[in-house]
């Protein structure tokens, strides 16, 4: 069983159109981050949210933490060709001394020029 | 700063084979994970050191898989013997807080 379930498992759409993706758990947890992964490369931070119900802005990208904490949502508008990519949820599990990410499989996105 | 290094970006070796893959954390970070991604999968955390030892190696597949990281500025993952079912991209990222992970470009595997 997925910890992290996201949503749509691919997404394609044309250049300017809006769309959400979404990142869902039955547990609760502390924060949760997104990150986006290009093609042939790592994934890169964007953003973390840690209040239920808290919304943060990136541009155009908006990410939202549920009230319950338990999911979170990234909605982007008017997509653009470089938005292209893996957008991953992942949340955090304490261990001794550290953390460490657990992340979904991700959201892979393709906008058409 | 330079960001998370990984040595090779590409290898491709037969069955059998010894395969190593080498990983230049950030400096400073004081922690270090080794991922592997696959389609079917996703990404997932092999082992993870914290201050150059060892934390957690419990999603290390098995004993043919082994890491090290002799000090703050370099790590290993050794296969032996390598098998086709390893192919995948290996990532390490490094932190040195829960909000600071940063992944390297990767190592893509494949073993025919």
């Known amino acids: 069983t997925q910890l992290l379930e996201q949503s749509p498992q691919f997404l394609s759409i044309q250049e300017g159109e809006n769309l959400t993706v979404y990142c869902n758990s039955s547990?609760?947890?502390?924060?949760l981050q997104w990150y986006r992964q290009e093609p042939g490369e790592g994934p890169v931070l964007l953003v973390t949210?840690?209040?239920?119900?808290e919304v943060k802005k990136l541009k155009r990208l908006t990410f939202q933490f549920g009230d319950a904490r338990k999911d979170s949502s990234l909605h982007i508008t008017a997509a653009q060709p470089g938005d292209t990519g893996l957008y991953l949820c992942?949340?955090?599990?304490?261990?001794?001394?550290?953390?460490?990410?657990?992340f979904g499989k991700g959201t892979k996105l393709s906008v058409i020029p | 700063d330079a960001g998370v290094i990984q040595s090779p970006r590409h290898e491709v070796t037969e069955m059998g084979q010894e395969v190593t893959l080498r990983c230049k954390p950030i400096?400073?970070?004081?922690?270090l994970f080794w991922y592997r991604q696959t389609m079917m999968r996703g990404l997932e955390l092999l082992i993870y050191?914290?201050?150059?030892?060892?934390?957690?190696d419990s999603g290390m597949p098995e004993d043919r898989f082994s890491a090290k990281m002799p000090n703050a500025s370099f790590s290993t993952l050794k296969i032996q013997p390598s098998e086709p079912r390893d192919s995948a991209v290996y990532f390490c990222?490094?932190?040195?807080?829960?909000?600071?992970?940063?992944f390297g470009s990767g190592t893509r595997l494949t073993v025919v």
């Open positions: 990222a490094s932190s040195s807080t829960l909000y600071g992970y940063t």
């Open positions: 547990s609760v947890f502390s924060s």
């Open positions: 949210v840690v209040t239920g119900g």
């Open positions: 992942a949340v955090a599990y304490s261990g001794a001394g550290s953390y460490q990410l657990t």
């Open positions: 400096s400073g970070h004081n922690s």
């Open positions: 050191f914290n201050n150059n030892v060892p934390i957690d």
